[in-house]
């Protein structure tokens, strides 16, 4: 009877072991295996202590055991995740607010149907670790494992995809810049980018802030949608009317002069009578695909519609837009009704 192989695990090992010779790690298995019904998609993390954190590999976002992905490059989603957590000196508990957190990652992979990539990010909406309401990391971003890199297996390639955590206000650059370049302005404070749940915002360091504020000057934003609660538009009697809820209206007008200045667009909800911001020589709206309504802005007119994008529930007919009126709807109003007598 021929012995059941695991190959991509084999790859996974081997890539470690290499990085780690000799070091025999704490491993956590899953119970019951998610293809047959298992809580959780991740077959097992390993964790090797180092000096000053915790670096955390898990086995299960690619193809362990057999080929099942149908890209003959890539194994399984293409990715692994890791994640290194900051360790005090003589701490041998291992994080397990992590390994709960890897998993979340996992299962929200297969819920959307869609893998991480370095440069993804998300807010975690809460503390990361439920057991430190105090801790200012309430954000994550991507990136390649500074260490790990990508592997060949026998199934395609494995990125080491690394969790990092960040701060709000960390979280809120990328809205305006890039999280890619985010995460390099970061090394110099986090070399490896560990996550660390006691450090403070690093955007509060002077020198930080300063490479922060020349890189949103030099390569504006790299966000190119905004979802809106509200967004329609309709052409009457040659005036083109764009309604936009307030916070969208608000979001759009801060990310135009660092869109459309650099030639690229801006689209706020991409179908279903959106609006897509673009840079051009002369004023222009008409409608395009997916019911999305197109509009051409040149420099002073674009200066124009972000200020009255930006100024609250009201209509706007800006100067250098002949024939556009903006209207920024106010937010609902959820009303509250006194308890009985």
């Known amino acids: 009877m021929t012995e059941p ?6 790859a996974i090992d081997a890539a ?53 992905s149908p890209d003959e490059e890539e194994s399984g989603w293409g990715f692994e995740f890791t994640i290194r957590v900051a360790r005090a000196a003589g701490d041998d508990e291992p994080p397990t607010w992590a390994l709960s957190f890897m998993q979340n990652l996992a299962r929200n992979v297969y819920a959307r149907q869609a893998p991480f990539v370095p440069g ?76 660390d749940l006691d450090r403070t915002d690093l955007t509060a360091d002077p020198g930080v802030a300063a490479v922060i504020e020349e890189g949103v000057r030099r390569d504006g934003s790299s966000r ?35 869109r459309l200045p650099y030639g690229r667009d801006l689209t706020v909800n991409p179908f279903d009578k959106g609006v897509k911001f673009g840079p051009g020589e ?26 009255a994008l930006r100024s609250g529930a009201g209509t706007y007919r800006p100067a250098g837009t002949p024939g556009l009126q903006l209207r920024v709807a106010p937010a609902t109003r959820r009303f509250t009704f006194p308890p009985p007598a």
Not at 5 to 10: H, K, Q, Y
Request: no cysteine.
């Open 5 to 10: 192989t695991s190959p991509g695990w084999d």
């Open 224 to 258: 190119a949608l905004i979802p809106a609660k509200k967004a329609n538009w309709r052409i009457e009697d040659g005036v083109t009317t764009v309604t936009l809820d307030v916070a969208a209206a608000e979001h759009a007008g801060r990310l135009l002069p660092l």
């Open 282 to 307: 002369e004023f222009a709206a008409a409608p395009g695909r997916f019911d999305v309504l197109g509009i051409r802005l040149p420099a002073d007119a674009a200066t124009e519609v972000a200020t």
């Open 16 to 68: 470690l072991d290499r990085r780690y010779p000799g070091v025999r790690p704490l491993h956590h298995a899953s119970g019951l295996p998610y293809a047959a019904g298992g809580r959780d998609p991740l077959d097992g993390i390993s964790l090797y202590p180092r000096d000053d954190h915790w670096h955390l590999v898990g086995y299960g976002m690619s193809d362990l055991h057999e080929k099942r």
């Open 120 to 195: 993804s990010h998300l807010q975690v909406n809460g503390p990361i670790s439920t057991a430190r309401p105090d801790t200012a990391i309430r954000a994550v971003a991507f990136a390649e494992d500074p260490e790990l890199g990508t592997i060949d297996t026998p199934h395609g390639t494995v990125q080491f995809l690394q969790i990092v955590g960040l701060t709000p206000q960390e979280y809120a650059v990328i809205d305006r810049w890039d999280a890619r370049r985010l995460l390099d302005a970061l090394r110099p404070s986090l070399p490896l980018l560990v996550t």
